[in-house]
Each structure stands twice: as structure tokens, then as C-alpha cells.
């Protein structure tokens, strides 16, 4: 079973940057990868994925144009690049890994890690 293993939350203004990393504990070059996030007294929705070769990326609509998924496969790595953020992209976001950019949701998952925007 893969673990996965997120990082780089915090506290960020309105309008910063912050990246997070997924670190997954064995070879991940062959799987879709994901993030989803989590706000209080909301449903986990998706965020982003990108395909295992990185040929393909599937965003939110909440997130385009904002945040970028990326991945290292040689370092088992995932990130998540978040641009001009918002208030309303505070949540715990979670690294998954799924079996398509468009299966709306994961079959493995980290702990997360949480982002606070304020403004």
C-alpha cells in the first residue's frame, strides 16, 4: 500500500503563494496523482491531478489559472504550485492517488496538511 506523506501548509495572505509537497514511500511513476482539499463543515472536493507520464492535468474550475500540479516521479514526488490565493481556499489538503484525472476521488491517501488564507 502506498503512503503518502503531504507538506508546506500554513498561514498565507490573501493574494500570496504557497507549494505543497506529496511524498509518497515507493515508486509512484505509474499512478494518477491528485489533491483534494477539505474546508470545515464542507465535503473533501477535488483540486488537481495530473496523469503518471504528467501528459495530462485536470483542474477544479475554483483553482485554474491558479494553482499548477506538477510531479518528480524519480523522487516519488507530487506538488502543488498555489498562486493569488484566496480566503476561500483555507482546508486541509490531501494528496491521493487516483486511477484517472477524472475519477473524482482517490484510493490511497495522506494525512494533509492545512492551509489558512487570511485576509
Known amino acids: 500500500q502506498v503512503q503518502l506523506v503531504e507538506s508546506g501548509g500554513g498561514l498565507v495572505q490573501a493574494g500570496g503563494s504557497l507549494r505543497l509537497s506529496c511524498a509518497a514511500s515507493?515508486?509512484?511513476?505509474?499512478?494518477?496523482m491528485g489533491w483534494f482539499r477539505q474546508a470545515p463543515g464542507k465535503e473533501r472536493e477535488f483540486v488537481a491531478a495530473i496523469s503518471w507520464s504528467g501528459d495530462s492535468t485536470y483542474y477544479a474550475d475554483s483553482v485554474k489559472g491558479r494553482f499548477t500540479i506538477a510531479r518528480v516521479s524519480a523522487k516519488n514526488a507530487v506538488f502543488l504550485q498555489m498562486n493569488s490565493v484566496k480566503p476561500e481556499d483555507t482546508a486541509v489538503y490531501y494528496c491521493?492517488?487516483?486511477?484517472?484525472?477524472?475519477?473524482?476521488?482517490?484510493?490511497?491517501w495522506g494525512q494533509g496538511t492545512q492551509v489558512t488564507v487570511y485576509s
Open positions: 491521493a492517488v487516483m486511477r484517472s484525472v477524472t475519477a473524482g476521488t482517490g484510493d490511497y
Open positions: 515507493e515508486r509512484t511513476f505509474s499512478y494518477t
